[in-house]
């Protein structure tokens, strides 16, 4: 058995879920010895083969959520004295395992949200009452229960009106409503707790900033070429980082992150937030924040556009250490999203040719001929992902839409 007691690496507990660049980053760290943390339910997520080579490598924590976090916790802090072992610091990139892993590490004493963040990031009803709270508009909003609560909703804030549950993510079982006959048809079974929103009819913009002892170190700023759920109904499922800012938009988003993280009490860490806007960024309304980084390969984008290593940078700040920002490029890089279809996919178009359109710098396919898909209705569902390059968001644009036009996928 190894023993760790010598090691001079910074310790870090990582909470790890499902396959994700951050994770190889930080097993190729050299300053950091990752102490692993995962999911006995969530084992299908990894090859065998990875597995097997993580665990040969690397300490290795696998806890049960069945049985309760205390005695996990107290089990883990045995595993780590037999081993020489000694967390220092916390590092939880999964939004599904946030409250979970962030009471873990509470209860180990290692830097990490208090509960109230915790709660304010993962339950979209405390959330938005917290964002009002600390002087950030977001949508009006209700919580139902029953069809006639629902059908309420939708008078008193205005058809159309978006339902979501409180706790899930990527936009699962989130519908857009248009009247009471649709509502009507709407299952609201007990499984959550249910929100319904006004809808807003703005262009749909993300921030991600890295923060270090209570300041900001830096944002980057994604605009979604068609808002997320009209992506399910066929709209381009996209996201372009934007190099350069106006300083309307600048003042806009420098006032809401500053407003967020003095409000919230945010010290370390990363800051994904979801907001509307128009292209003035005179009207702003927040939608939904998470403290963990971003998804669908966002953080990507950021890289290539600014021409830095932003995983770097999140290491470095999950470990004490204030990263400095050095940026080599200037460009704009936007994710397409490939479609994808349920059923067996019977033809898609191969990566080699879809490398070969005007600004596509790299890819990847998700699936493959013969493979039987089933979606789950979640918002970063895709055949594949293509990262495209540009002098300017709507040049960026136009390109993916030019791959999509010749794009092939055919399912049985």
Not at 6 to 32: A, F, G, H, W
Not at 193 to 222: M, S
Not at 384 to 396: F, K, M
Request: with cysteine; glycine share 6%.
């Amino acid at each position: 058995m190894i023993n760790y007691q010598n090691s001079s690496k910074k310790q870090l507990l990582y909470i790890e879920d499902r396959p994700m660049i951050l994770t190889d980053r930080i097993l190729k760290c050299k300053e950091v010895l990752p102490v692993i943390l995962r999911f006995k339910h969530l084992k299908d997520n990894f090859s065998q083969q990875y597995l097997r080579e993580t665990e040969q490598k690397y300490p290795v924590f696998w806890v049960d959520i069945m049985i309760p976090i205390e005695q996990e916790a107290e089990r883990f802090l045995y595993w780590q004295s037999k081993k020489g072992l000694k967390v220092e610091f916390f590092l939880n990139p999964s939004e599904v395992a946030q409250y979970y892993a962030q009471t873990f590490a509470r209860y180990l004493g290692l830097p990490s949200l208090t509960e109230e963040q915790t709660i304010c990031c993962k339950n979209k009803v405390y959330m938005k009452d917290k964002l009002n709270e600390i002087g950030l508009n977001t949508a009006k909003y209700r919580v139902v229960v029953t069809t006639e609560e629902l059908i309420e909703a939708g008078t008193v804030l205005g058809w159309p009106i978006v339902l979501k549950p409180a706790n899930e993510s990527s936009c699962r079982e989130t519908y857009l409503i248009k009247n009471t006959k649709e509502a009507i048809e709407i299952n609201l079974h007990s499984q959550h707790q249910w929100l319904a929103e006004e809808y807003i009819d703005l262009d749909e913009y993300a921030i991600d900033a890295l923060v270090f002892n209570g300041k900001i170190i830096d944002y980057y700023l994604t605009k979604y070429p068609a808002p997320l759920l009209q992506t399910f109904k066929g709209a381009i499922n996209a996201n372009i980082t934007l190099r350069h800012i106006s300083p309307e938009m600048k003042n806009a988003v420098e006032d809401i992150l500053n407003k967020y993280v003095n409000g919230m009490g945010f010290r370390y860490g990363y800051i994904h937030m979801e907001y509307f806007a128009d292209e003035e960024h005179s009207r702003v309304i927040v939608g939904e924040v998470g403290l963990r980084i971003a998804g669908s390969d966002i953080l990507s984008n950021h890289e290539l556009s600014f021409g830095f290593d932003i995983y770097d940078a999140v290491i470095k700040i999950h470990t004490g250490e204030y990263p400095e920002l050095v940026y080599t490029e200037d460009r704009f890089v936007g994710n397409l999203l490939l479609p994808i279809k349920q059923g067996i996919i019977k033809h898609i178009s191969t990566l080699d040719e879809l490398l070969k359109f005007d600004g596509v710098i790299d890819g990847q396919l998700k699936v493959k001929e013969g493979q039987k898909v089933k979606l789950e209705g979640a918002a970063h569902e895709c055949s594949g992902i293509l990262l495209v390059e540009g002098q300017c968001a709507t040049e960026v644009q136009e390109r993916m839409l030019e791959v999509l036009n010749h794009f092939k996928l055919v399912v049985e």
